[in-house]
């Protein structure tokens, strides 16, 4: 079988080793990032391109590569990129699996504010950041950071990012001062989260509902444990999805393909 996989995430690195399993399998990875690119390799991708694709491009290249079916493995905030793929799927008539990591499990508690989306999260943070020097930690990805500092002073913004230069770069360019930039990589524990937010005062905290591999849930109970705000923007509903399979987990996608 002749496999595309949209990659980037923890989740489709899952993906293209099982998929390796199957010696006789092509593998054929797609990723916005050159870190992307170099993760999908490892995991055992026989080729990678690494830049957005369009609509077009996508028929193009399933077409050229004769790819028998495409999983979509992006980040469940990636709604653009799911239903380019969806339509080019129908186009060029060859399957599509979404394979989507499960929801963050809430607890029940009343510090927890959904929003619909980052410039809502932005607003819901300047309500909550009362004093001049209340800190809100930003655990959303530094590609949402623009939206956040719309509304809040980035004097005031505590980043997490990637530690590559792209990520800090970009983290700087919005505003946010040296020390108040964390760059690390990785899911972090319920109990290292603690300590983060301790040692930066935070008042605040902004993080979306990534699931179970993105991290979401340690967040979330970590601030809770320090009684703090949590701001979680919830993930967008592609309607085009429900037409067609979606899997969570290996096993599933085993059974689907």
Known sequence: MRYMVMSGTSDSTKVIKFLREDKNNYILATT???????????????????????????????????IDTLIDATHPFAAVATETAIESCEKARINYIRYERASTILPDSDLIYKVPSFSKGALKA??????????????????????????VNPQQVIARVLPNTFSITKTQKNGIPAENIIAMQGTFSKEFN??????????AIITKESGESGGAEEKINAALELN???????????????????VRSIYELKKNI
């Open 126 to 151: 300047k309500e909550l950041l009362k004093e001049k020097n209340d800190k809100l930690m930003h655990l959303a990805g530094v590609m949402t950071l623009h939206e956040i500092v719309k509304e």
């Open 194 to 203: 603690i300590s983060l937010m301790k040692e930066y005062s935070v008042s």
């Open 228 to 246: 703090i705000p949590v701001i979680l923007v919830t993930r967008p509903i592609v309607k085009k999805l429900e037409n067609h399979t979606i």
């Open 32 to 66: 916005v990032t050159d870190y992307g690119s170099e993760i999908a390799k490892s995991a055992g991708a026989d080729e990678v391109i690494s830049k957005a694709l369009k609509e077009e491009d996508f028929i193009n290249v399933i077409k050229e590569k004769n």
